[in-house]
């Protein structure tokens, strides 16, 4: 167990349904980094909050966003699901804004659009 | 921004022989390195990483990098391989004067045989 938490595991819906991935960082730690996984796209960043705080943005649809809340989870909400967003959705955490000391993942929700 | 290539989508390897999996990356800055590995239906899990000092890094299960400068690479070998290291690796790559996320390759697959 890696101290990071994900929830579902595992998520099915259908086309231009929405969904809500959750992300509980590990104890200790601020910064919330969320990624998607697919087999042509590899391993891409989406967005880093920081503290409650966007703190970078990478290649996230406008159809997508996340927020992190007091508590220091985090949520991911994908709307408008299209078959291509299928993918695995992986959150990490690390202790301070910057990832010098690399992230700890959790291990990821699978979202199956059909 | 920083970009890494990790040229060997799969290595198929004997157990007991040597590996080795390549990593080079591109960057104006100095860097921070890492690899991963993922086991399957499991989240990333850090291996190994390079922030400064001894260009040789080891993990505790016998993994070893090297930090090579001049040729902008971050290969990552292991002497005697198990059939438990079958998995997929990943290197990243963190500039160090700035941006807070990981960017990572495309990952290689590596498969130990009996």
């Known amino acids: ?114 | 921004a920083q970009s890494v290539t990790q040229l060997d989508s799969q290595v198929p390897v004997f157990e007991e022989a040597p590996v080795e999996l390549r990593c080079n990356y591109s960057s104006s800055v100095s860097v921070y390195l890492f690899w991963y590995v993922q086991y399957p239906n499991q989240g990333l899990q850090l291996l190994l990483k390079y922030l400064s000092g001894s260009t040789l890094v080891e993990s505790i299960n016998g993994f070893e990098a090297e930090f090579n400068k001049s040729q902008t690479s971050f290969h990552l070998r292991k002497p005697s391989v198990h059939i438990s290291d079958t998995a997929e690796y990943f290197c990243a790559v963190r500039g160090t004067g700035g941006g807070n996320k990981l960017t990572f390759g495309t990952g290689t697959q590596l498969k130990v045989e009996l």
């Not at chain 1, 086309?15 to 590899?42: A, E, M």
């Not at chain 1, 949520?75 to 955490?93: K, Q, T, V």
């Open chain 1, 1 to 114: 167990d890696s101290g990071v938490t994900q929830t579902p595991k595992h998520l099915i819906t259908a086309t231009g349904q929405r969904v809500t991935l959750r992300c509980s960082p590990r104890s200790g730690d601020l910064s919330v980094y969320w990624y998607q996984q697919s087999l042509d796209q590899g391993l891409q960043f989406l967005i880093q909050y920081y503290n409650g705080e966007e703190r970078a943005k990478g290649n996230i649809l406008e159809r997508f966003s996340a927020q992190q809340f007091p508590d220091l989870h985090s949520e991911l909400n994908l709307s408008s699901l299209e078959l291509g967003d299928s993918a695995l959705y992986f959150c990490a955490s690390s202790a301070h804004h910057s990832a010098n000391y690399g992230y700890t993942f959790g291990s990821g929700t699978r979202l199956t659009v059909v």
